[in-house]
């Protein structure tokens, strides 16, 4: 089974706009930690916000928030008021935690995002 | 802070020759990871070190591929003889393991054209 789904290949949105991208999850595991990356066309993998499974808080940072719903093991990620510098891909990451499987990272296979001026 | 280097960061290689990819991890940092990346295959992990060890490389593509890392601040991922189907971004990647946050933090990438 996938660990990190992201079932939406490209998305739109218009500037200045919300958007919600999607991720959902799958592990036994009850330590872990959840993350996106940025990817613009220049290539360039940026780190943008982290969610540990512990953590009571939605994680915010700056314009990104992460929607996280533990029950239905999904970590969207929300972008507020979209700028035209946001469109790139979007890679959803799970780290699990405990010793016994290792600290790989598992990504899924990526949103694009495109914002429309 | 210096982030994640890599060299070079472009590479225009012949098909049977060698190719040799280096990485410098975050200062301090002790989680080294070599990811490969195309529009086919997605992001694939190839191998991981910990503390220099390597961890699992179950996702090395074949014998021809090969990774070391001799100290805490050098890593380097060798195809040799390299073929036109490894054509790819390599990324490293690394991390502080034993940090309940721990989040990895990538370099920016080796655009690898094997003609």
């Known amino acids: 089974a996938q660990k990190i789904t992201q079932t939406q290949p490209g998305m739109f949105v218009q500037e200045k706009e919300a958007v919600t991208l999607d991720c959902t999850y799958d592990t036994s595991d009850p330590s872990y930690g959840l993350f996106w990356y940025k990817q613009p066309s220049s290539g360039e993998m940026i780190f943008l916000i982290y969610q540990g499974s512990y953590d009571q808080q939605n994680a915010t940072e700056g314009r990104y928030s992460l929607n996280f719903q533990k029950a239905r093991k999904s970590a969207n990620l929300v972008i507020s008021a979209s700028q035209l510098g946001d469109s790139a891909m979007y890679f959803c990451?799970?780290?699990?935690?405990?010793?016994?499987?290792?600290?790989?990272?598992?990504f899924g296979t990526g949103t694009s995002l495109t914002v429309i001026p | 802070d210096a982030g994640v280097i890599q060299s070079p960061r472009h590479e225009v290689t012949e098909m049977g020759q060698e190719v040799t990819l280096r990485c410098k991890p975050i200062s301090g940092h002790n989680s080294l990871f070599w990811y490969r990346q195309t529009m086919m295959r997605g992001l694939e992990l190839l191998i991981y070190?910990?503390?220099?060890?390597?961890?699992?490389d179950s996702g090395m593509p074949e014998d021809r591929f090969s990774a070391k890392m001799p100290n805490a601040s050098f890593s380097t991922l060798k195809i040799q003889p390299s073929e036109p189907r490894d054509s790819a971004v390599y990324f490293c990647?690394?991390?502080?393991?034993?940090?309940?946050?721990?989040?990895?933090?990538f370099g920016p990438g080796t655009r690898l054209l094997v003609l």
């Open positions: 990451a799970m780290r699990e935690g405990s010793a016994d499987t290792g600290n790989q990272f598992y």
């Open positions: 990647a690394s991390s502080l393991r034993g940090n309940f946050y721990e989040t990895q933090y």
């Open positions: 070190f910990n503390n220099n060890v390597p961890i699992d």
